[in-house]
């Protein structure tokens, strides 16, 4: 609570709503006390955990992922501890620079569309009447499509590449943060410290940036990591199917579709362990997701 | 030349029941330094009159008539950006809720700094820190609370800290709905008190809105009455007290418990508030009026001048 004086940006006050939220709720003592503290600590551990393999990529993995290093099919064996696939590429150097894509592309889709979908949000809830209702019945329209087969579709559109997928990962997810952000607004606007500053002379943008986009922005942490996780899986998804990325990215999705044919041949260790490396992000980013959720908004507990 | 001069305010409300007529054809005049009390019960349009001067109506509402003629200028025909220069500025206002009316993530020194860097640009944040920091000690709080958040404060605290906003820069007219509602009788009194000295040092007018008469004594110059979006009577804080003109006015200071007479029945007044929709006709307060008579019923009530600065509008004085 003792920062320097004169720090005035967005982000301070972002730091004062959480601050905030925590004091008000005692933080600390529901992070002892709670479920939601356990989720918290295992969601990031593993999330630590996953970003480490990905940043680390070039020192962890031993082999090229894209090279032939040895016989295919080989069970895990203690010179490739997670076997080979088909190609004679060592799958374990392929599950750690794949879990490099994975966060990539759900990251980066997570960052388009709350460029997207927050701004709007925010002026279509703020400034209402009939721009709001246009905004709402395209974002609803999109949101009305089932996430993977619009992902599909745009996807197919847009052709591979790390940066398609995650642009047709963003189209999904915007309008979950546009609706979010603009029911928030809708709300915070109505608030008397809002009227307090129109009546003391502050502009609109004053009013949208210090007054309103600071005090929904801590609902937006909650959705995105739990969009990241739905992302994770959606892109797995496209990979799956062939529309997502190249294949000589290495990328879970991809060595999941490819390797579930030679399950046959009890390979299972093909896709084993992508398989689980999306599961366990997924799971990472839930746990992380329900725990900010637990804490930042009381008022959800009920639902 | 009066600071302020209201004249046929009409602040309409296009609701689905109806045209809710909130402020009704009122006429005000406000002198520099004076201070006036609006009083009135809930929902008779007092908040919607002090919305009105700083032209914060909140849809569905509309101001369809009238003048507002502030220090010469009519603020009925200013535009949006002009208005927000006055806003805060020449005319500020405090509202009744301390506890909502701060922004919850921004610092006590933030809202200070924001407020006058919007109005006077130039100034650096370190004068505007040092400005802050003197009001805020002669409003009683340590300049070391400034680096609070107002989950910090204590109500009372907070509601300094809105007048704080409200003084800092030096406004004309301040305009104060239900100051103290929202607070405990003890901080109640340090704030009225606080009020009461500001306005001797700063030389502002106070429109000073409450339902709480009371209040109203201590800290005002002038009283006017509202009831059902009208003004029925305008006098000077004393002559008030003594003899309360319009039958509401006397209901009013009768329903006020008093130490003397505790042995006694309080007073109310018989009846409901009217529905400002389908409000009654003639005088909107005669259905409830001890002296009505059949002419009430039918006309508007004319205006009376009682000596010089006494007003009311009723037909027992006219």
């Given amino acids: ?22 004091s008000k709720l005692g933080f600390l003592s529901s992070l002892k006390g709670g479920v939601e503290g356990y989720m918290m600590i295992t969601g990031i551990s593993i999330l630590i955990f996953f970003l480490a393999i990905a940043v680390l990529a070039p020192y962890i993995s031993p082999y090229d992922p894209n090279a032939m290093v040895g016989d295919p099919f080989l069970p895990p064996n203690p010179k490739h501890i997670m076997g ?44 209402g009447g009939k721009l709001d209702r246009t905004l709402s019945m395209i974002m609803d329209a999109i949101y009305a499509f089932p996430g993977l087969i619009l992902a599909i579709a745009v996807a197919t559109m847009l052709g591979p590449g790390v940066l398609n997928v995650a642009i047709s990962l963003a189209v999904v997810y915007a309008p979950t943060y546009f609706r979010v952000i603009r029911n928030q607004t809708l709300s915070v606007r109505e608030q008397l410290y809002v009227e307090a500053a129109k009546a003391l002379g502050a502009g609109r943008m004053t009013i949208m940036g210090y007054y309103i986009f600071p005090n929904v922005i801590p609902s937006v942490v909650v959705i995105s990591s739990l969009c990241i996780a739905d992302a994770i899986l959606t892109a797995a998804g496209l990979s799956f199917i062939g529309v997502g990325i190249s294949p000589e990215i290495p990328d879970w999705g991809y060595d999941v579709s490819n390797g579930q044919r030679f399950l046959t041949y009890r390979a ?3 896709i084993t362990f992508p398989g689980l490396g999306i599961l366990l992000t997924v799971i990472g980013f839930s746990l992380l997701g329900e725990s900010l959720d637990e804490i930042l908004n009381p008022k959800l507990r009920e639902r | 030349m009066s600071l ?17 007529r909130a402020v009704d054809d009122v006429s005000l005049n406000l002198e520099r330094g004076e201070a006036l ?81 919007t109005h006077e640009p130039d100034t650096s944040v ?36 809105m007048i704080a906003l409200a003084l ?17 009788t003890i901080v109640q009194a340090q704030i009225l008190e606080l009020l009461k000295s500001l306005r001797d040092e700063y030389k502002m007018s106070l429109i000073l809105i409450t339902h709480d008469l009371s209040i109203v004594a201590e800290l005002t110059d002038k009283i006017a009455i509202m009831y059902a979006g009208k003004i029925v009577e305008i006098a000077d804080t004393l002559s008030f007290y003594e003899e309360p003109l319009h039958p509401y006015s006397e209901g009013l200071l009768r329903s006020i418990p008093s130490i003397e007479l505790s042995h006694q029945q309080l007073k109310s007044i018989p009846g409901w508030p009217p529905d400002l929709i389908n409000p009654p006709s003639g005088c909107r307060f005669h259905p409830r009026c001890p002296y009505a008579k059949p002419i009430c ?22």
Avoid at chain 1, 14 to 22: D, Y
């Fill in chain 2, 168 to 184: 800092i820069l030096n406004p004309d007219l301040v305009i104060a709905d239900e100051p103290t509602t929202a607070l405990d």
């Fill in chain 1, 84 to 127: 080979t696939n088909q190609l004679g590429q060592d799958v374990f150097s392929r599950f750690v620079w794949g879990s490099r894509t994975s966060l990539l592309v759900a990251g980066l889709s997570t960052v388009i569309a709350f460029i997207i979908g927050v701004p709007l949000g925010l002026i279509s809830g703020f400034i």
């Fill in chain 1, 268 to 270: 299972w260790w093909i």
């Fill in chain 2, 4 to 20: 302020l001069e209201v004249s046929r305010l009409k602040t309409y409300f296009y609701t689905r029941r109806g045209i809710v």
């Fill in chain 2, 297 to 318: 019923a039918k006309e508007e009530p004319p205006l009376v001048k009682m000596g010089e600065k006494r007003i009311v509008y009723c037909f027992r004085w006219g």
């Fill in chain 2, 126 to 161: 370190n004068e505007a820190l040092e400005r802050a920091s003197k009001l805020l000690r002669e409003l009683g709080i340590p300049p070391e609370r400034m680096n609070d958040y107002p989950h910090q404060l204590s109500g009372g605290m907070r509601q300094r800290v």
């Fill in chain 1, 1 to 22: 609570m003792n920062a320097k004086p004169d720090d005035r940006k967005p982000l301070n006050y972002f730091k004062g709503a959480i601050l905030q939220s925590f």
């Fill in chain 2, 37 to 117: 009390g609006l009083v009135g019960e809930s929902g008779c349009g007092k908040s919607t009159f002090g919305l009105s001067i700083l032209r914060l109506v909140p849809p569905p509402g509309r101001i369809i008539g009238g003048k507002i003629i502030f220090d010469g200028e009519n603020l009925l025909d200013k535009s949006e950006k002009e208005m927000r220069k006055i806003r805060g500025k020449r005319i500020s206002m405090i509202f009744q809720d301390p506890m909502t009316s701060l922004n919850p993530v921004m610092k006590i020194k933030d809202h200070l700094i924001e407020l006058i860097k």
